[in-house]
C-alpha cells in the first residue's frame, strides 16, 4: 500500500508597494517550481485568481507600505499567515520608494500633476475608488509582527528557495554567508 | 468626456461591483463596474491605485545613480528602464556613439529581457486562460493548473524565462535589477566560457518560440469568432521603428498608423517626443492618458506593445519571426487586427524575434570584446526611448554643473495603452456582461481582456496622487505610527 499522502502547506504571496522584482525572483527558482508544487499548494499569490488569503501556514510578503490600502491588505494577509517572510528591502526597510519621505507631498503632487513637461490639463486625481496616500513610506514590521526578514533587492531565487525548503524541512532558515545579500 | 461607458451619468444610484485585484497581471489595478437593477452596465473603469513618485525623488541625484535606481520602478522589465536611462544618459557624458561591443551587450540583454517577461506573460499568466477557458475552475486557473494539464508546455515556458533571465544576468551581472549599462556603454562584456554556455541551449529556444507561436496559432484557427472579435478596440499604433522600418526594439524612430493601417507619422526623431506626444489627467487614475498631440484627446490614443510593433514594421530582421510575421499580416487579409487576443499571436512572434537575435548576437565576436566606453562632449539634456516588452517606453532627463538631476519626465509602455486596455474591457462588458447576472468567470472575461495587454501596473506607478481625507496608521502594538495630512 502506498504511504498516505503527506498534507501539502499553503503558501500565500501578496505585493504591497514594490516592484514586483521579489516574486520575479521567486520565479528564478526555475524547474525547481515544478518539486516546489509538490510539496505546498498555493493560496492568494499574483499567479492565482485567489482574491483574498485564506488561512495559511507560509506567507510572503514584498513591498513597503504607501498608502491606506497596503496597510489594510498588511493586516488582512498577518491575519491568515501562521509564519509571515518579509521579502526584500522594500518590506523591509521601505527600500527605494522610501526616497520620498524627505520630499513634501504636495510638492511632489504639484510637480508631477501640475507643472510636469507635456501635460494637457493640470489636476490631481481624488476619485474614491484610489487609496489615501500615506505621507512616507514605511517597512511592514512597523505595523505588524514579521517572523523573518530576507534582504536583498531582490532576494536571489536560491536565498528564497533556501528559505521555503528550511521551512518545509521543519527547520529554522539559515542562509549562508553568500545567499545573504542586500544589492 | 464623451468615451462611452467610462462615465455613468448618475452613479449615486448604481451598484458598485469591483475586480480587486486584477489578479495575474504585474503590479496592482482595480476595475470597477457600476450597474443598474436590470445588471446594465454604466460604467466600467481600470483605475491604478498606486503611487510611488520616481519622477519627482530622482531630481537631485547624480546622473550616474540614475539607470540602477529607476530599474526599482519594475522588477518585472527593470532591464527596459535601466537601458531606456543609459540612453538618455549617454549624450549627457558626451558618448553620441558607443562603442560596437557596448551597443551590441545592451541589445543582447535587452533581448533576453524581452524572452523572458514575453514568455513569463504568455505562460505563466495567461495560458490558463487560453487553455482552460475564461470561466474555468478558479483553482485549476494558474501555472500550477497548466503543469498538470500540460506538462510539456509549462516546462518550456519555465525554461524559455530561465534562459531569457540568463542572457541579462550574463550581460548585466545580476537577473533582476542588474547594473550591467552605463552612461557611454557598458561595464562588461561576454566570456567566452559564457557565451558557450549560452550558444548550447539557443537552437532549442528556438525551436519552442516556434512551438509557441504555432500553438497561438492554433488556438485562434480553434476558435476564430472568439479570437477575432474578443476586446476588440480599433485605435491608432505607435511604436519604434528602425532602418528602412524594419523592427527594432532597441533603437529607431516613432512612427505612428491609424486604425485602417495608414501612416499618420514616420522617422520623428525621438528627441522630440514631447512635440507629438500630450498626457492627460483624469480624476479616477493615478495613470495618465496620453495621446498623439496632432489628433487631440479624443482621437489621438493609441495602443503600444507587441500588437502595434509587429503590424507598424515593414519587416523583422530576422528570418523565422519575419515568416511569423507576414501569417499574421496574412491573416486578416491585409487589414489591420485590433483584436486583443491578437496580442498573445504577435507577442510569441517577438519572443522567436528575441531568440534569433540573441543567437545571431552570440556569434558576432564583438560582444566578447574591450572597448566598453565612449566619450565625447557632454550635454546637460538627454533622452533615451526603446521598446520595452511592453510598448514604447520614454525617459528624459536634464542635468545641472553639479552632475544632479533636476528634471525628470517618464512615459512608462502600459500608460501608453490607458485607453486601449479601458476601451477594451469596456467592449468586453458590454459583450459579455451586460444584462447578465454576474458572476466569477464573466468577471474574468474583464480581467482575460486586461491581461492581453501585459500590463505592467508596477512600472504604471510611478506618479504620485492625493486624497484630501486623514488617516491613522497604528502600529501592532496600538501606538499611533503617523496621522496622514488631510487637504494638502
Not at chain 1, 137 to 145: L, N
Not at chain 2, 12 to 23: G, Y
Not at chain 2, 349 to 376: C, F, N, P, R, S
Request: proline share 5%.
Amino acid at each position: 500500500m502506498n504511504a498516505p499522502e503527506k498534507k501539502k502547506l499553503k503558501v500565500a504571496t501578496t505585493s504591497l508597494a514594490g516592484c514586483f522584482g521579489c516574486h520575479m525572483s521567486f520565479l528564478d527558482i526555475d524547474e525547481r517550481l515544478f518539486d516546489l508544487v509538490e510539496l505546498v499548494e498555493f493560496d492568494r499569490s499574483p499567479l492565482t485568481d485567489i482574491k483574498h488569503a485564506g488561512k495559511c501556514d507560509i506567507g510572503l510578503i514584498e513591498g513597503g507600505l504607501c498608502n491606506a490600502e497596503n496597510v489594510h491588505v498588511l493586516r488582512e494577509f498577518r491575519q491568515q499567515c501562521d509564519i509571515l517572510i518579509a521579502v526584500g528591502a522594500c518590506a523591509i526597510n521601505g527600500g527605494l520608494p522610501a526616497q520620498r519621505n524627505p520630499l513634501s507631498l504636495p510638492m511632489i503632487l504639484e510637480e508631477v500633476y501640475h507643472t510636469s513637461p507635456g501635460l494637457h490639463n493640470g489636476l490631481i486625481p481624488n476619485d474614491p475608488e484610489l487609496p489615501l496616500p500615506l505621507d512616507k513610506v514605511h517597512p511592514i514590521h512597523e505595523v505588524v509582527k514579521v517572523d523573518y526578514f530576507m534582504p536583498g533587492c531582490p532576494p536571489s531565487g536560491d536565498t528564497i528557495w533556501k528559505v521555503l525548503t528550511d521551512l518545509l524541512a521543519g527547520k529554522e532558515p539559515n542562509l549562508p554567508h553568500e545567499l545573504l545579500h542586500y544589492d | 468626456m464623451t468615451y462611452h461607458l467610462e462615465t455613468a451619468e448618475h452613479p449615486e444610484t448604481l451598484r458598485r461591483v469591483a475586480i480587486d485585484p486584477v489578479s495575474r497581471v504585474e503590479g496592482h489595478g482595480k476595475v470597477t463596474l457600476l450597474l443598474d437593477e436590470d445588471n446594465k452596465i454604466h460604467q466600467v473603469r481600470l483605475h491604478i491605485v498606486e503611487f510611488r513618485g520616481f519622477e519627482r525623488f530622482i531630481q537631485g541625484r547624480p546622473y550616474w545613480e540614475v539607470p540602477v535606481m529607476v530599474q526599482r520602478l519594475c522588477g518585472i522589465c527593470p532591464v527596459s528602464h535601466h537601458l531606456a536611462a543609459s540612453k538618455a544618459m549617454d549624450p549627457i557624458v558626451g558618448a553620441h556613439h558607443l562603442t560596437p561591443t557596448a551597443e551590441k551587450i545592451r541589445r543582447l540583454m535587452h533581448f533576453g529581457q524581452i524572452m523572458q517577461s514575453h514568455a513569463l506573460h504568455f505562460f505563466h499568466l495567461c495560458s490558463p486562460d487560453l487553455l482552460f477557458g475564461f470561466d474555468s475552475d478558479v483553482a485549476k486557473r494558474n501555472i500550477v493548473g497548466v503543469a498538470e494539464a500540460h506538462p510539456e508546455t509549462a516546462k518550456q515556458g519555465v525554461l524559455l524565462r530561465k534562459f531569457g533571465q540568463e542572457v541579462i544576468r550574463m550581460t548585466a551581472g545580476k537577473r533582476i535589477h542588474g547594473t550591467g549599462a552605463i552612461p557611454g556603454g557598458v561595464n562588461k562584456s561576454l566570456t567566452v566560457a559564457e557565451r558557450d554556455e549560452l550558444l548550447k541551449d539557443v537552437y532549442t529556444m528556438i525551436a519552442w518560440s516556434r512551438d509557441a507561436v504555432h500553438l497561438v496559432k492554433k488556438l485562434h484557427d480553434a476558435n476564430p469568432a472568439l479570437y477575432n472579435s474578443f476586446g476588440l478596440c480599433r485605435s491608432n499604433m505607435l511604436s519604434i521603428v528602425g532602418h528602412e522600418g524594419a523592427m527594432d526594439l532597441y533603437d529607431g524612430k516613432l512612427r505612428a498608423r491609424d486604425a485602417d493601417g495608414k501612416l499618420i507619422f514616420d522617422g520623428v526623431d525621438c528627441n522630440n517626443y514631447y512635440q507629438t506626444i500630450e498626457e492627460e489627467v483624469r480624476p479616477w487614475s493615478y495613470m495618465k492618458f496620453p495621446f498623439i498631440k496632432a489628433l487631440g484627446k479624443e482621437d489621438g490614443w493609441y495602443k503600444v506593445g507587441p500588437l502595434a510593433r509587429v503590424q507598424n514594421c515593414d519587416s523583422i530582421p530576422t528570418a523565422f519571426a519575419d515568416h511569423e510575421r507576414r501569417d499574421f499580416m496574412d491573416y486578416a487579409g491585409g487589414s489591420p487586427i485590433h483584436a486583443s487576443l491578437a496580442f498573445h499571436w504577435t507577442r510569441m512572434i517577438e519572443m522567436l524575434h528575441a531568440v534569433e537575435g540573441i543567437k545571431e548576437l552570440l556569434h558576432d565576436d564583438d560582444i566578447l570584446g574591450t572597448e566598453l566606453m565612449a566619450t565625447g562632449e557632454r550635454k546637460r539634456e538627454g533622452i533615451g526611448v526603446i521598446e520595452a516588452p511592453r510598448g514604447t517606453l520614454f525617459h528624459h532627463y536634464r542635468v545641472d554643473d553639479d552632475d544632479l538631476v533636476t528634471m525628470c519626465n517618464l512615459i512608462v509602455s502600459t500608460t501608453n495603452n490607458n485607453q486601449a486596455m479601458n476601451e477594451a474591457i469596456r467592449h468586453v462588458a458590454k459583450r459579455y456582461l451586460h444584462g447578465h447576472e454576474i458572476t466569477e468567470g464573466l468577471l474574468n472575461h474583464i480581467e482575460v481582456a486586461i491581461r492581453a495587454f501585459d500590463p505592467c501596473l508596477s512600472c504604471a506607478t510611478h506618479a504620485l496622487g492625493k486624497m484630501p481625507l486623514k488617516v491613522e496608521l497604528v502600529d501592532a502594538a496600538g501606538q499611533q505610527v503617523h496621522e496622514l495630512s488631510r487637504g494638502l
